[in-house]
């Protein structure tokens, strides 16, 4: 059987290295690619569109280089899953920078977690959001495949995601606010996580993708 | 449901060799980072920090090496600190495979450095090491001044200054080591970790003085940071990190289990 490839899309924003070698950990017959080409890009079977940073420098990348055409015409295609940053470009704008547009695949914004952030026992939260929080999974669908309901994942964000439409989150985590923490729609999976830096649970998650043929 | 507390074992790493020893039961060398990083992830670690003691240049192109070895392996976060002097030497580690690096003493040589760097890469991989004395004396409101040089070299600067400064500066994390402490198995510096702690918005990892569990959990609850860090109870089998997590849950602290 043919290797069937999966791409990372390389905008310079960050480190990339973790998700490729999780990727190529848990897919035996899997190809892991990570490149900005766009024909590469549209070629793979399926796509990681990750982000790292602010999201001002990772919008103008994005919009520099011309991904977000390539982004675009993936999530119409084919199984995409968005990583942290990846996930919060797909919304329509971000808090952060004193505001910046994104790309507008997911109705809603990218909020700042606010100063002080207060938790449910009137305490004070430190942001970033940083370590393992639960995952609750609020519906069923091929990406949860073998995780367990509220496993903890590996977060670190100092903004959150919050949609409009409720039909389309997959998962929330508390964190003095609730975080849309997974999001879904058609062949496109969000993930605020870091599946890659999630131990077994993440790279469940991982190994999910890759045999996931886009339904839900 | 809440985030968890983390327990990070650390790593002291010279010329590509884990020192101080560790001692696992079933492992066939002792010594190697990478062996031992799997180990601490087999565990259910929260993170991993590796420091890199290493002087030479020679020695250090080992512990990029290295880096890149556990990073293919271990999925858990993985902080590299040590001899990071230059944007490039964040550049390779972060390119290795490392999500955080530890800046200590050219932070204070120069603390722009830090801004620099957090706008580079982003506050989420920049954490800043503080080693820090108690220099108040009896009778005195209690006051730490960093030290470098491993605790032998005073800067005069104030350590719960130093640190609210470098979080101003885009530090998005504090790794807060009791030169005091270090080494005594007398417990962490609770006063010195709790002051630090309210005086910053970000994540404090407290360092420096475990030598039982309860320390663990002194830490989270008197000095009120949000990850312990330890290296000597976990290395020779004193304790397991497993059972560190179980103790500190049944003290009512949230962990990953």
């Known amino acids: 059987m043919a290797k069937s490839t999966v791409a990372v899309i390389d905008y310079g924003m960050g480190n990339l290295h973790s998700v ?16 900005g080409d766009a024909e590469k890009i549209i070629a793979a079977d399926r796509v990681i569109f990750p982000g790292v940073g602010a999201i001002r420098d990772c919008m103008a990348e994005i919009l520099r280089l011309g991904v977000d055409q390539v982004v675009a015409e993936v999530a119409a295609t084919k199984p995409m899953l968005a990583i942290c940053v990846g996930m919060q470009a797909l919304m329509n704008s971000s808090e952060e920078n004193n505001g910046v547009n994104c790309l507008g695949l997911f109705p809603g914004e990218v909020k700042f977690f606010g100063d002080p952030l207060i938790g449910p026992d009137n305490e004070k939260l430190k942001v970033p959001h940083m370590g393992w929080n639960q995952l609750h999974q609020t519906i069923d669908h091929p990406l949860w495949s073998g995780i367990e309901q509220d496993s903890r994942f590996y977060f670190v964000h100092s903004y959150y995601v919050h949609t ?6 997959a998962a929330t985590t508390d964190y003095g606010v609730n975080i849309h923490a997974a999001l879904y729609r058609d062949n496109v999976f969000a993930a605020q996580c870091h599946p890659e830096k999630s131990s077994t649970a993440g790279l469940q998650l991982l190994d999910n993708f890759l045999r996931w043929d886009g339904q839900s | 449901m809440a985030l968890a507390k983390r327990i990070i074992p650390c790593l002291d790493v010279e010329n590509g060799r884990v020192v101080k020893g560790v001692n696992f039961v079933d492992i066939r060398d002792a010594g190697d ?38 990073a ?20 390779t580690m972060l390119n290795a495979g490392a999500d955080k690096v530890a800046i200590n003493s050219a932070a204070i040589h120069n603390p722009d450095f830090v801004k620099e760097a957090a706008e580079r890469f982003g506050s989420q991989c920049i954490v800043v090491a503080i080693d820090a004395k108690q220099v108040s004396t009896e009778g005195e409101p209690l006051r730490w001044e960093i030290f470098t040089h491993g605790g032998r070299k005073p800067t005069g600067i104030n350590a719960v200054e130093w640190a609210v400064k470098m979080v101003a500066n885009g530090a998005g994390e504090i790794l807060l080591t009791s030169m005091d402490g270090d080494g005594t198995k007398k417990g962490y510096d609770l006063p010195l970790n709790k002051a630090i702690s309210d005086a910053v918005s970000v994540p404090v990892i407290a360092s420096g003085g475990v030598g039982e569990l309860q320390h663990l959990v002194d830490g989270v609850k008197q000095g009120g940071v949000d990850a312990v860090l330890a290296a000597s109870i976990f290395h020779f089998g004193e304790h397991t990190v497993p059972e560190a997590k179980q103790f500190m849950a049944q003290q009512g602290i949230e962990v990953r289990l």
């Open chain 1, 164 to 169: 409009t439409d409720p039909a389309l989150v």
């Open chain 2, 72 to 91: 293919a392996e271990v999925f858990i976060p993985l902080t590299v600190g040590g001899g990071i002097r230059t944007v490039d030497d964040i550049r």
């Open chain 2, 33 to 70: 980072p990478v062996e031992i990083a799997k180990r601490y992830n087999e565990q259910g670690a929260d993170e991993i920090t590796f420091l890199d003691i290493t002087a030479t240049h020679e020695g250090r192109d080992t512990t990029v090496h290295t880096v890149e070895k556990i």
């Open chain 1, 20 to 35: 490729a070698s999780a990727l190529q950990h848990v897919g035996d017959n899997v190809n892991v690619i990570v490149t």
